[in-house]
């Protein structure tokens, strides 16, 4: 009987030993298997991240010209207004921009008048010899 067991502990012994062995190559081709599918994870992980920046930008830059847009309009409106109220307003007579206004106008037609002013010379008339 003791050579009985001893048979069977060195199968046990011979099959733990092929146990661990067939376990290590488990182990790393599951750690190979396992870093490749975390580095694919972390591919998969980075792109969605890189999306959603993008998702951000795109959505920060149409909140920007939105606003700016609006700003623009605002601004718009805000000079008609104050166009509205010096129009209104208007040169006062007696003024000195007034009249520093008028000299300039003045000084610019005789420099360069416009054609409806400006004299027309006669044609020559020739007489047949």
């Known amino acids: 009987m003791s050579s009985s067991l001893s048979n ?3 199968q046990l012994g011979e099959s733990n030993c092929s146990a661990e062995i ?3 190559r488990l182990t790393s081709l599951d750690s190979t298997r ?3 599918l975390d580095s694919s994870r ?3 992980k980075e792109e969605k ?3 959603e920046k ?3 930008q795109q959505q920060n830059k149409a909140d920007f010209y939105s606003k700016r847009s609006i700003t623009i309009d605002n601004s718009k409106k805000s000079n008609r207004k104050k166009e509205k109220v010096n129009s209104l307003s208007g040169l006062k007579p007696g003024k000195p921009t ?3 206004r008028m000299r300039q106008v003045i000084t610019r037609l005789k420099h360069s008048p416009p054609s409806h002013m400006k004299p027309k010379v006669p044609i020559p008339f020739e007489v047949d010899p």
């Open 22 to 24: 067939d376990s290590a």
């Open 49 to 51: 991240e890189k999306k």
């Open 42 to 44: 972390n591919v998969l």
């Open 54 to 56: 993008e998702m951000v």
């Open 98 to 100: 007034d009249l520093s």
């Open 8 to 10: 069977d502990d060195s």
């Open 34 to 36: 396992l870093t490749s």
